[in-house]
C-alpha cells in the first residue's frame, strides 16, 4: 500500500535540502522546509567552479569508472565505495535534470555542454554554468520548490532556526523544536521524518575560512549531541590561496598558479617595503625552493603545508604575519586579464588593490568538511552500487533522520575532489529523498500517534536555555567566544597537526566551553535577537569542534587532508615501482593502509566523544598504489 | 609610506528600529577598521563592542549577511543613500561619515534586517519558473543552444534577488501593486528557455495585469543600481514587444 500524504521536515535549503524537498513533495507528501534565512541564500551559491559529470565529450575517452576511480583516490580510499559509484553513475542525469530545470549551463561553439579540466584529474569531466555554477544550479531547485510551494505542497519556515529533534520512547525521530529567529518563539513541528542538509561548518575556523556565516555545523552538532554518529570528522580540506579578510577569507582558484602565479615572501620579515621594491634576490621563492618539479602547481594539500611552515612554524609570513604574496605582476598583462578575469575581479572588489599592480596576499583557509554526520546506505550486490529506493541509503543512526550534503561523511572520504561538491550535495538530497519515501512507506504509524507531552517537555528544555542564555550577567561575550574559538581551531587542528598541540586543544575547547557558564549577551531586546541566536551556534559549534579535535588525536597518520608530521611515510626520491627502496616504502603503505584505513566515528557522551573505528567498503578498489605526483 | 594594515577610525551612522512598529532613531558609532574592510566586517566588529560615540553601550546592531562574496543577496541596505550589498562596499571608497539604513520599500524587521518575502511572492506571481514533469532523468540530451543565446540568457541568470533593484525603482513600494524589475527580468529569461517558452503566454498574461509591465515608468534606476549589471531595463523592453504581440494574439486568436 501506498503510504501518501505523510509529513517530513527537511532542515536547511542549499541545494542537498532542495533536491531532497523536490523528491520528497513530488511523490506526494508534504514537506515543511526550515532555513535560517531565504533558502536561495544557502551556501551552495558560493560554489563558482562546476559540477563533475562524466559526458566523454572531449574526445579524451573519459569514463564513468575514471570518476569512480579518481574521486576514490583523491579521498585516499577513504569513503565506501558502493556509495561513489552510484553518484559518478547518476551524475550525468543530473546534469540533464538540471538542464530541464533551466540550469543555463556553458556550451560549446557546437551548442552542445561544454566541459572543462578540473584539479586532480586527466579529463575534461566538469560541467559549468559561466562563473558561477553554484549559484545557477541552487536557483534552478530553488524555482522548481517554488513551484511546488506555488501549489501547497511544500511549505517553507525561513528565518526559523532548528534546535533539536523529538524522538519517542523507541529513539525514533518524529519531529522537531524549533525557534522563529524574529518572535523567538520556540515551537514544536510533527514530523514522519527529518532529514538535515545544513551544510559545513568552516565557521568553527573563522575567520579564516571561505564559508558563508551561516555555516556553523551548529545543527549537526545539535543530533550529534542527541545521539547521531558523527563521521571522519578530523578530514577538513584547506584551501592554500584565499584572500585575506576580516570578516572571512575568500577564494582565489588555483587557476591563479596554474597560469604561472609565483608564491613568496621577503626573506626578512620585517622588511616593509612595497613589495614591487623587493628586489629578486631578498625575495623567498619557498615552494620553487622545497619543490623544484613542481613549483608553484603543487597540489592543494601541500601548498597549504608550506604557506604553513613558511608562516607559523619559520615565523617568515609577510610583516611576521598570516600572509604571503601570490604575484602576477611578472606575467603579461593582456594574457592574465584573458585568464584570469573573475580572480582579478573578485580581488579588486574585495581587497580594492589590483594584482597587476601589486602581489596579492593569502593564506590557507578552512574549505570544507569532508566528515560529517554517519550515513547507512544498502549495497545492491548485483551492481556494486547503492541499492536504488531503499530506505537505509542517508539514514543516519538515530531511525527517522536522514542526512545529506556536505553535513554528511559518505562520499569524500580523506579529500575531495574539485567540482564533487555540488555533485555529491545535489545527488545525495535525492537520494536521501527518495530513501525517506521508501522510509514513509513502511512506517506503521506516524507523528500524528505521539503524546503532546514529549513536545512539550522539549519546547520547555530548549526555552530554558534561550532563558538562561538571555539573563546569563557574566562577563563573556558571545562573539568573542567565536574568536577565540576559530583562532584555537586554526592555530591547533588546522592545516598541520601534532599531538601535543591537540592534546591542547582538547583541553582549551572544555575551557572553552566551561566560559559559557559565564555568558553575557548583552542584549535584552526579545525580538530579532542575533545575539542569542548566535550564542547557541557558538556553543553547538564547540561541541563539534571537541569530535573534530578528539578524531584528530586518535588518529595517527597521514591521510588526505588530515597530516601529522610525525607519522608521515616519504616516497623514497628518484625511485619507482621496481626499486627495493620503492617497494619496501610500498609495503610500509601498505601496512599503514592495513592500521589506518577505517572510518572514525564519533558518540556523544557527557565528557568527552567515544572515538572507536568501522571498516570501509573497497570492493571496486583496492588500495595498492600509493598517490605519486612525480 | 604608511603601512596598509594599520587599522584608520572610521564614523558610522546607523538608522535602527527596534521592531516593525516601533520609530528609527538614529546612532553613530567610531571604530578602527583596517585596508580592506567592508561595511559588514565593520558591523561584524560591532557586534561585539556597540558603544556608541558618546559612550552609551547599546545593543548590537541586527543586519543580514551570509556568503560576503556578493552572491547570496542577502547583505543589501542603504549605503550613503545607495542600495547596495554591504559585503562589496569597501569602507576605504565611501565618504565618511558611512550612512547606513535599512534596504527601503520593504517592511524592517529590525535595524538593517528587512523582510523581503514580497520579492519572492512576485517570483510566484509571474511563475517564474520551469514546469517540468519531475526530477527525475528522462534520458534526453540537453537541447542545443548557441553561445550567444546561452551568453544573453545567462546576464538574467545571475540576478541574485537583492532587491536593490526594487529599493531603487520609483514605481515599487509596499502600497503598490508593481511586481518589480527583478520577478520582470527572471520572465524575460524563462520566456527564453527552450521548454520554458511553452508557459510564456502564461507568465506575459501575469505581467500584462495590475501592477503589471505598464507600471514601469522607465526611470532606469533599477538598471543602475544592479550589483551584478544585469540589463534589467533591457528585459523590460522585450517583454513590452512580448506582451503587444501576446495581446494581438489574445485579440485575433494564434497560437
Redo the contacts between chains.
Keep these: 500500500m501506498m503510504n501518501r500524504g505523510r509529513e517530513v521536515i527537511v532542515i536547511g535549503g542549499g541545494l542537498g535540502g532542495l533536491?531532497a524537498t523536490?523528491?520528497i513533495a513530488?511523490a506526494g507528501h508534504r514537506v515543511r522546509l526550515f532555513s535560517l534565512?531565504?533558502v536561495?541564500?544557502?551556501?551552495s551559491?558560493?560554489a563558482q567552479g562546476g559540477i563533475n559529470a562524466v559526458f566523454d565529450a572531449k574526445g579524451e575517452h573519459d569514463s564513468v569508472r575514471q570518476h569512480i576511480v579518481d574521486t576514490i583516490k583523491g579521498g585516499s580510499y577513504l569513503a565506501n565505495q558502493p556509495p561513489i559509484q552510484s553518484m559518478c553513475e547518476?551524475a550525468p542525469?543530473?546534469?540533464?535534470?538540471f538542464?530541464?530545470?533551466?540550469?543555463?549551463?556553458?556550451?560549446?561553439?557546437?551548442?552542445?555542454?561544454d566541459q572543462r579540466l578540473f584539479g586532480g584529474v586527466k579529463h575534461r569531466r566538469t560541467c559549468f554554468?559561466?562563473a558561477?555554477t553554484g549559484?545557477?544550479l541552487l536557483?534552478g531547485v530553488d524555482?522548481?520548490v517554488?513551484?511546488l510551494?506555488?501549489d501547497d505542497r511544500v511549505h517553507k519556515h525561513?528565518w526559523w532556526e532548528f534546535l533539536s529533534l523529538v524522538k519517542d520512547a523507541d529513539g525514533v525521530c518524529r519531529g522537531i523544536v524549533a525557534m522563529d529567529l524574529?518572535s523567538l518563539e520556540v515551537r514544536a513541528f510533527r514530523a514522519d521524518a527529518v532529514v538535515l542538509a545544513t551544510g559545513g561548518l568552516g565557521q568553527i575556523y573563522a575567520p579564516k575560512t571561505t564559508c558563508?556565516?551561516?555555516s556553523t555545523g551548529a545543527a549537526a552538532s545539535r543530533v550529534y549531541q542527541q545521539g547521531a554518529r558523527f563521521a571522519n570528522a578530523e578530514f577538513f580540506q584547506f584551501h592554500p590561496t584565499a584572500m585575506?579578510?576580516?570578516?572571512?577569507t575568500?577564494l582565489m582558484s588555483e587557476a591563479a598558479r596554474g597560469e604561472g602565479g609565483r608564491i613568496w615572501v621577503p626573506r626578512d620579515p620585517a622588511d616593509?617595503r612595497?613589495p614591487a621594491r623587493i628586489p629578486e634576490a631578498e625575495r623567498f621563492y619557498f615552494l620553487e625552493d622545497w619543490y623544484p618539479a613542481y613549483g608553484n602547481t603543487v597540489p592543494r594539500d601541500i601548498a597549504s603545508r608550506a604557506i604553513w611552515k613558511v608562516t607559523r612554524e619559520l615565523g617568515q609570513g609577510v610583516?611576521g604575519?598570516d600572509r604571503v604574496y601570490l604575484d602576477l605582476t611578472h606575467l603579461d598583462r593582456g594574457f592574465v586579464a584573458s585568464r584570469l578575469g573573475a580572480i582579478l575581479s573578485?580581488y579588486r572588489?574585495?581587497?580594492?588593490s589590483d594584482p597587476l599592480q601589486a602581489p596579492m596576499e593569502i593564506f590557507p583557509a578552512a574549505h570544507y568538511a569532508m566528515g560529517g554526520l554517519w550515513v547507512d546506505y544498502e549495497k545492491d550486490t548485483s551492481t556494486g552500487g547503492m541499492r536504488p529506493g531503499s530506505p537505509r541509503n542517508h539514514a543516519t543512526s538515530i531511525p527517522g533522520l536522514y542526512a545529506c550534503g556536505e553535513c554528511d561523511y559518505a562520499y569524500h572520504g580523506a579529500n575531495r575532489l574539485g567540482a564533487n561538491s555540488l555533485l555529491s550535495a545535489s545527488y545525495s538530497g535525492?537520494v536521501a529523498g527518495e530513501a525517506v519515501v521508501s522510509y514513509l512507506n513502511g512506517l506503521a504509524t506516524g507523528a500524528e500517534a505521539m503524546p503532546a507531552e514529549y513536545f512539550d517537555a522539549e519546547i520547555r528544555y530548549q526555552a530554558q536555555i534561550n532563558q538562561h542564555f538571555m539573563h546569563a550577567r557574566g562577563d563573556q561575550?558571545p562573539?568573542?567566544l567565536h574568536?577565540a574559538l576559530g583562532a584555537l581551531m586554526t592555530a591547533k587542528v588546522g592545516v598541520v597537526r601534532n599531538n601535543a598541540e591537540l592534546d591542547a586543544a582538547i583541553a582549551e575547547l572544555a575551557e572553552l566551553e566551561q566560559r559559557f557558564a559565564r555568558l553575557d549577551l548583552?542584549?535584552?531586546?526579545a525580538?530579532?535577537n542575533?545575539?542569542l541566536a548566535h550564542a547557541r551556534q557558538v556553543f553547538d559549534m564547540v561541541k563539534l569542534a571537541q569530535v573534530m579535535a578528539a578524531s584528530a588525536r586518535a588518529r595517527d597518520e597521514c591521510r588526505g587532508a588530515h597530516y601529522k608530521p610525525e607519522f608521515a611515510l616519504e616516497m623514497p626520491p628518484d625511485k619507482y615501482a621496481g626499486d627495493p627502496e620503492f617497494e619496501a616504502y610500498r609495503a610500509r603503505w601498505k601496512a599503514n593502509n592495513a592500521e589506518w584505513l577505517k572510518t572514525t566515528v564519533a558518540e556523544y557522551s557527557t565528557d568527552s566523544p567515544r572515538i572507536s573505528f568501522e571498516p570501509v567498503d573497497l570492493s571496486l578498489l583496492q588500495p595498492e598504489q600509493p598517490r605519486d605526483y612525480r | 609610506?604608511t603601512?596598509a594594515?594599520e587599522p584608520r577610525t572610521i564614523e558610522l551612522r546607523i538608522r535602527r528600529q527596534?521592531?516593525p512598529n516601533s520609530e528609527p532613531y538614529w546612532h553613530h558609532f567610531a571604530l578602527p577598521?583596517?585596508?580592506?574592510?567592508?561595511v559588514?566586517?565593520a558591523l561584524?566588529?560591532l557586534?561585539?563592542q556597540?558603544v556608541t560615540t558618546d559612550g552609551t553601550?547599546v545593543?548590537?546592531v541586527?543586519f543580514?549577511?551570509?556568503?560576503?562574496?556578493?552572491?547570496?543577496?542577502?547583505c543589501a541596505m542603504l549605503i550613503n543613500g545607495r542600495p547596495r550589498p554591504a559585503?562589496?562596499a569597501?569602507l576605504?571608497?565611501l565618504d565618511s561619515p558611512v550612512t547606513l539604513e535599512p534596504l527601503p520599500k520593504f517592511p524592517v524587521?529590525?535595524d538593517l534586517?528587512v523582510d523581503?518575502?514580497r520579492l519572492?511572492d512576485n517570483?510566484?506571481r509571474v511563475?517564474?519558473?520551469?514546469?517540468?514533469d519531475?526530477?527525475?532523468?528522462?534520458?534526453?540530451?540537453?537541447?542545443?543552444?548557441?553561445?550567444q543565446a546561452?551568453a544573453a540568457?545567462?546576464l538574467y541568470?545571475?540576478c541574485?534577488?537583492c532587491g536593490c533593484c526594487m529599493a531603487a525603482c520609483p514605481q515599487f513600494d509596499q502600497d503598490r501593486p508593481f511586481v518589480g524589475p527583478a520577478p520582470l527580468a527572471q520572465v524575460r529569461?524563462?520566456n527564453a528557455?527552450p521548454?520554458?517558452r511553452y508557459d510564456k503566454a502564461t507568465r506575459l498574461h501575469a505581467i500584462m495585469a495590475e501592477g503589471g509591465l505598464s507600471d514601469c515608468g522607465n526611470a532606469q534606476n533599477c538598471v543602475r543600481v544592479c550589483p551584478k549589471e544585469i540589463p534589467l531595463t533591457t528585459a523590460i523592453g522585450e517583454l513590452g514587444r512580448q506582451t503587444t504581440v501576446q495581446l494581438l494574439k489574445d485579440l485575433f486568436g494564434g497560437a
Design positions: 533536491w523536490l523528491t513530488e534565512f531565504e536561495m541564500r544557502s551556501h551559491v558560493c547518476d542525469g543530473l546534469i540533464r535534470t538542464e530541464r530545470m533551466g540550469v543555463t549551463f556553458s556550451r560549446t561553439p557546437e551548442g552542445q555542454l554554468a559561466g558561477s549559484q545557477q536557483h524555482q522548481q517554488r513551484r510551494e506555488a525561513e524574529r558563508s556565516t551561516n585575506l579578510g576580516e570578516d572571512k575568500r616593509r612595497e610583516g604575519s573578485i572588489k574585495f581587497a580594492g535525492r561575550n562573539y568573542h574568536q548583552a542584549e535584552a531586546n525580538w530579532a542575533q545575539s | 609610506m603601512d594594515h527596534d521592531n577598521v583596517r585596508a580592506g574592510a567592508n559588514v566586517s561584524m566588529d557586534r561585539g556597540p553601550r545593543d548590537p541586527a543580514e549577511h551570509n556568503c560576503m562574496e556578493e552572491v547570496c543577496g542577502a559585503c562589496s569597501l576605504a571608497d524587521v529590525r534586517l523581503r518575502s519572492l517570483l510566484k511563475r517564474a519558473w520551469v514546469r517540468i519531475g526530477p527525475w532523468d528522462t534520458h534526453e540530451h540537453p537541447p542545443r543552444l548557441s553561445q546561452w540568457n545567462y541568470s545571475r541574485m534577488n529569461l524563462m528557455h521548454t520554458g
